[in-house]
T-cell receptor, first 115, second 111 residues
Framework: KAGVTQTPRYLIKTRGQQVTLSCSPI?????VSWYQQTPGQGLQFLFE???????NKGNFPGRFSGRQFSNSRSEMNVSTLELGDSALYLC??????????????FGEGSRLTVL | QKEVEQNSGPLSVPEGAIASLNCTYS??????FFWYRQYSGKSPELIMS????GDKEDGRFTAQLNKASQYVSLLIRDSQPSDSATYLC???????????FGIGTKLQVIP
């Protein structure tokens, strides 16, 4: 059974640019969550999607957005990049049922560096 | 105040000892709790989940939950160098599709 796939794995951007990250969840999983991980803040919740609907959103500015497609694949976009956006962006999938929203399966992450 | 609090460590224990990792949470609506392990340069992986007060054992791992004290812990018996990693405590509430993580405790098992 294939795991969660994130692309690209590494990318370097400059301030002001935008970036799109992609996540393919485990087959059969309908929930996709995105997290930002930095050494000082740990894992910070960005948003969660289920059946193409955003069900919850973290405390990030509107420059951070996402979407989910009918095949459960998800993308997140960060516009007008800032130096502080440099981080590891992790995608996690789960079945999405109410009882196991905490049982997450993570991808390997996309390491974003903003220069 | 973070919703899930952990000491970032590092916590150093000798090989074969019991490692005790602790976590407190502030949201009394939290009902499900999880421990994830993250090796350096890798992504987190779920190792334990606990939903009711008391202890839950799985091999060398025991998770403990005390909802009255809003306290969760993870005990690792017979610690091995391969257990050296960062352990993330996480919590979620029924009806909320957001999992909140602590900053993680770095565990070092000394051979």
């Amino acid at each position: 059974k294939a795991g969660v796939t994130q692309t690209p794995r590494y990318l370097i951007k400059t301030r002001g640019q935008q970036v799109t990250l992609s996540c393919s969840p485990i087959s059969g999983h309908r929930s996709v969550s995105w997290y930002q991980q930095t050494p000082g803040q740990g894992l910070q919740f960005l948003f969660e999607y289920f059946s193409e609907t955003q069900r919850n959103k973290g405390n990030f500015p509107g420059r951070f957005s996402g979407r989910q497609f009918s095949n459960s694949r998800s993308e997140m976009n960060v516009s007008t990049l800032e130096l502080g956006d440099s981080a590891l962006y992790l995608c996690a999938s789960s079945l999405g049922a109410m009882g196991n929203t905490g049982e997450l399966f993570f991808g390997e992450g996309s390491r974003l560096t903003v220069l | 105040q973070k919703e899930v609090e952990q000491n970032s460590g590092p916590l150093s224990v000798p090989e074969g000892a019991i490692a005790s990792l602790n976590c407190t949470y502030s949201d009394r609506g939290s009902q499900s709790f999880f421990w994830y392990r993250q090796y350096s340069g890798k992504s987190p992986e779920l190792i334990m989940s606990i939903y009711s007060n008391g202890d839950k054992e799985d091999g060398r791992f025991t998770a403990q939950l005390n909802k009255a004290s809003q306290y969760v812990s993870l005990l690792i018996r017979d610690s091995q160098p391969s257990d050296s990693a960062t352990y993330l405590c996480a919590a979620t509430a029924v009806g909320y599709q957001k999992v909140t993580f602590g900053i993680g405790t770095k565990l070092q098992v000394i051979p």
